[in-house]
C-alpha cells in the first residue's frame, strides 16, 4: 500500500510539473533575455484559462484545439506589453521596471473580475473524468495529456533556441546585448519577440491546466510564485534549469501533499528550496557570478 502512494503521488507530482515547467520555461526566457522579472507571468496565463474556457463553453470548442488560438493571442499581447509599457522602462531603475508588472498584474486580475466575478470556474469536456490504470497506479488522462503536449511545446522552443536566426539571436541579447548589437542584432526587437514567446508559453500552459484545474481572477498568483520557485531553483536564466526546476516543485508539492498534508504541501517545497539555495545559491543548473 505505501509504495502504491508513493507511485501515484510521484505520477501526480510529474504530470503537473509538466506544466510548471512550461511556465517557468517561458518565465526564464524574458528574464534571461530582458533581465526583467515579470510579476504579472501568472495572471497572463488565468486570461488565456478564461479564453479557453468561453471558447469550449460558448463555442464547444476542445481546449487542446483552443491551443491554435489562445498562444497566438497571447505572443501578441505579450509583445504589446513589452513595446509599449516594458520598453518604456527598460533603462530605469529596477524598481520602476518591478511596479510595472505589479501593477499589469493588479490590472488584469481587475479586469477578469468586473467582466467574471470571482466565481470559480472549470472546464468540462467528456474526457474530463477519464483515467488509465497502470498496475494501481492511476493517471488522470486530461493530467497525462496536458503534460505531454507541455513537453513537446518546452522542447519545440528549445530547438527554436539552439537551431534559428531568432533563436540565436536571443541567446546572444542574454549574453551581451550591446556586442549583439554591434554584431547586427535589433535588440528592441528581440526584446519584443521574447516577451511575447514568455507570454505564449505561459498561454499555453493556462490552456492545458485549464482541462483539470479550476479557474479564477486569482489563481495566476499562485503559479506566479510556483515559477518563481522552480526559475531559481533551476537556475536564473536556465533554460534547463527552468524545465527541472519546475518537474521538482510539482514532485515536492505531490509528496508534501501525502506525506504531510494538502495545507502543508508547501513546506516540502520551500525547504527543499531553502536547502538548494544553501548548498547551491546559483540554483542547481546556474552560473555562479562569483
Known amino acids: 500500500m505505501e509504495s502504491t502512494i508513493l507511485a501515484q503521488s510521484v505520477v501526480n507530482g510529474l504530470l503537473i ?18 533581465r526583467i522579472i515579470n510579476f504579472a507571468h501568472g495572471d497572463l496565463m488565468m486570461l488565456a484559462m478564461y479564453g479557453t474556457y468561453w471558447m469550449c463553453t460558448l463555442c464547444g470548442i476542445d481546449p487542446y484545439v483552443s491551443l491554435i488560438a489562445t498562444v497566438p493571442i497571447l505572443f501578441i499581447i505579450g509583445s504589446l506589453i513589452q513595446k509599449f509599457l516594458v520598453n518604456r522602462v527598460l533603462e530605469g531603475t529596477d524598481a520602476s521596471q518591478l511596479f510595472l508588472t505589479l501593477g499589469v498584474m493588479l490590472i488584469a486580475q481587475n479586469v477578469a473580475l468586473l467582466f467574471w466575478k470571482a466565481d470559480y470556474r472549470a472546464v468540462r469536456t467528456v474526457y474530463s473524468e477519464y483515467v488509465i490504470r497502470v498496475g494501481e497506479v492511476f493517471v488522470s488522462v486530461p493530467r497525462l495529456t496536458s503534460f505531454a503536449v507541455a513537453v513537446i511545446l518546452t522542447c519545440l522552443l528549445y530547438v527554436f533556441l539552439a537551431r534559428t536566426r531568432t533563436g540565436r ?88 501533499a501525502v506525506y504531510f498534508a494538502t495545507q502543508y504541501k508547501e513546506l516540502v517545497t520551500f525547504s527543499l528550496f531553502i536547502l538548494v539555495l544553501l548548498v547551491r545559491p546559483s540554483g542547481l543548473l546556474g552560473r555562479s557570478r562569483v
Open 17 to 34: 510539473g509538466g506544466i510548471y515547467a512550461l511556465i517557468s520555461v517561458g518565465l526564464t526566457l524574458i528574464f534571461g533575455v530582458m
Open 169 to 256: 539571436a536571443m541567446r546572444a541579447t542574454a549574453q551581451n546585448k550591446e556586442v549583439s548589437s554591434l554584431m547586427g542584432v535589433n535588440v528592441r526587437q528581440t526584446y519584443t519577440i521574447a516577451f511575447g514567446i514568455g507570454t505564449g508559453c505561459v498561454g499555453a500552459a493556462g490552456t492545458l491546466l485549464s482541462t483539470f484545474y479550476y479557474i479564477s481572477p486569482t489563481v495566476g498568483t499562485t503559479f506566479t510564485l510556483t515559477a518563481f520557485l522552480a526559475v531559481v531553483l533551476g537556475g536564473m536564466g536556465s533554460f534547463t534549469g527552468a524545465f527541472f526546476g519546475g518537474l521538482i516543485v510539482g514532485l515536492a508539492e505531490s509528496l508534501g
